[in-house]
């Protein structure tokens, strides 16, 4: 809240421009970095009054960050274990320490060494 009445009365007669169609772009390319799929993609350019028609779409979903392996909700893969092994070994934790910690079967266990 402004104390001065002066400031309150300039920053209103400040004029207010549309984003040009550069700024648009960018702001669009950066959304659909942070989209899920096409939908979701849709309902984020829509939300933030971008343009969202099929063609802004079809020109955007290459720039998705499409990931084939979920961040949530599924296990690690055992190469994801291993490596943690392979750190935690490096680190001077015991093999039993690190089997029992990470729940690796003695083969993976030997594979991370």
């Known amino acids: 809240m402004f104390t001065d009445m002066n ?18 772009a960018a702001a669009s390319l950066v959304v659909a970095h942070q ?36 961040t949530t909700g599924d296990t690690m893969p055992a190469n994801a274990f291993t490596a943690t092994a392979a750190s935690m070994l490096n680190n001077g934790d015991s093999p039993e320490h690190v089997r029992e910690t990470l729940g690796l079967s003695e083969s993976e266990l030997a594979e991370a060494l």
């Open 35 to 70: 989209a899920r799929d096409k939908d979701d993609l849709a309902d984020l350019l829509g939300a933030l009054g971008l343009p969202c028609g099929e063609d802004d779409l079809v020109r955007l979903l290459p720039h998705m960050n499409t990931s084939d392996n979920p």
């Open 7 to 24: 400031e309150a009365l300039e920053a209103e007669a400040l004029e207010l421009t549309p984003i040009g169609s550069g700024q648009s």
